[in-house]
């Protein structure tokens, strides 16, 4: 059924809390193909959905209706220990709070999904010493968290994240706990990863962050509204853009 | 005041000149005090002139108050305010003049004033968009950095603006 193009298929994808008059609809009915190096952004007000949805992609959580593809294979119905390994090794998460292991340097924390997958020591340790040097925390790599500032201990949290080389990287709010330096630096980096192919969900309500998507989603009650795509941009000379030229 | 807020003013019926003052209070409040009713006769003559509005004649009309010019759009002035209707305002927006533009296409009908917001949102995050690449591509503590920042800034709040009127329009959509 899968498409070779697209990583992810949702077919009237649902997720419901409660019963009767207390039924929350937090993902209502929503269709959803995400394709092969895209970078894709979903947005709305906080309490829309954006979050379960994102659970839902990446197998944190289990839809109550409809149909979930990941590449060729079909997930929504998988067993628990299915859906295990396919968060070890399918899909990568970034969280707001980092969601690092205090007690375990940089190079650790990265080494950990790996060894968890079962991969040797050895390997996991150089695949670490890789996406360190990829998010630029190749000098780092012994430092405890607490050592970091907050843009370096998510991009420790993403180097993680890409461990085990997922399909998919799905982050949740990922510059919501950083200044806007460190912000930028998430954002540099994920345009390096998204460059390099890499398929991208990014759930925000900063617009500013939306914005760097190829394809933005706004959620309102657990549906989508509204589909913007971005890339391509104006292409507008920039001075224009921002309106420094009389017109 | 442009004049084509005028026009659009006049998009729901043919209308005598102060009934386009009383609109145009109602849609901005305290703001339309800044408006004084000559304009609005000036900004018709012209418009009159150009051919976008034509006056009815008076004997059609039943009322015979001395104020009782009836102005109605012509072809070419339907055809204007649609055209301004879709046009995009950033990146030096009116907020006043946008806000006539979704009362305007709501009062006449003319069309949904949250695809008018959705356009006009998409816009302008491409623009934005475009910025904020513009920032990534800055070294860290630029000059011109912090130029980008305060536009993006601006957009963000623009942005802001532009959800709560979505918001509120597609509410008042509902409800019909």
């Given at each position: 059924m899968g498409r070779p193009d697209g990583v992810v298929r949702a077919c009237g994808l649902a997720k419901a809390y409660g019963r009767g008059e207390a039924l929350v609809r937090a993902v209502d009915d929503v269709d959803l193909e995400i394709f092969r190096g895209e970078a894709l952004a979903v947005t709305g007000p906080s309490g829309c959905g954006k979050s379960t949805l994102l659970h839902l992609l990446g197998g944190l959580d289990r839809p109550s209706a409809g149909e979930l593809w990941l590449g060729d294979r079909r997930v929504d119905q998988l067993s628990e220990r299915a859906l295990a390994e396919l968060r070890r090794h399918e899909v990568g998460f970034v969280f707001q709070a980092f969601h690092?292991?205090?007690?375990?340097t940089a190079q650790e924390n990265v080494e950990l999904p790996a060894l968890l997958a079962g991969h040797q020591p050895r390997q996991a340790r150089r695949r670490a010493r890789y996406l360190l040097d990829l998010v630029g925390l190749a000098d780092r790599?012994?430092?405890?968290?607490?050592?970091?500032s907050g843009g370096q201990r998510q991009r420790a949290a993403i180097a993680r994240a890409l461990a085990n080389e997922p399909q998919l990287l799905l982050a949740d709010?990922?510059?919501?706990?950083?200044?806007s330096a460190a912000t930028l630096e998430v954002l540099r980096l994920f345009e390096a990863l998204h460059a390099g192919g890499l398929t991208l969900v990014v759930v925000t309500h900063d617009e500013r962050i939306a914005a760097t998507a190829d394809r933005l989603i706004s959620m309102r009650d657990g549906a989508f509204v509204n589909e913007t795509r971005l890339a391509g941009g104006t292409r507008g000379r920039l001075a224009d853009l921002m309106g420094l030229e009389e017109s | 005041m442009r004049q084509e807020v005028v026009l659009a003013m006049l998009a729901k019926e043919p209308s005598p000149g102060y009934q386009l003052r009383v609109r145009l209070d109602r849609a901005l409040?305290?703001?339309?005090?800044?408006?004084?009713a000559g304009q609005i006769y000036v900004t018709l003559g012209r418009l009159e002139k150009a051919g976008l509005v034509t006056r009815v004649r008076e004997e059609e009309r039943e009322s015979d108050l001395a104020d009782s010019k009836v102005y109605e759009l012509t072809p070419v002035g339907q055809e204007r305010v649609s055209e301004w209707l879709t046009e995009v305002s950033w990146p030096k927006p009116d907020l006043a003049e946008f806000h006539l533009k979704l009362v305007a296409a709501a009062q006449a009908g003319l069309c949904d004033p949250v695809s008018i917001i959705d356009a006009q949102r998409r816009e302008l995050l491409r623009r934005l968009r475009d910025v904020q690449h513009a920032v990534m591509d800055e070294p860290a503590d630029s000059d011109v950095g912090l130029l980008l920042e305060g536009i993006v800034l601006r957009f963000q709040a623009d942005l802001r603006f532009l959800e709560a009127c979505e918001r509120s329009w597609a509410r008042r959509r509902k409800r019909l």
């Open positions: 690092l292991m205090d007690e375990l790599a012994d430092h405890l968290p607490t050592a970091l709010e990922p510059t919501g706990n950083l200044d | 409040g305290p703001l339309g005090e800044a408006i004084n």
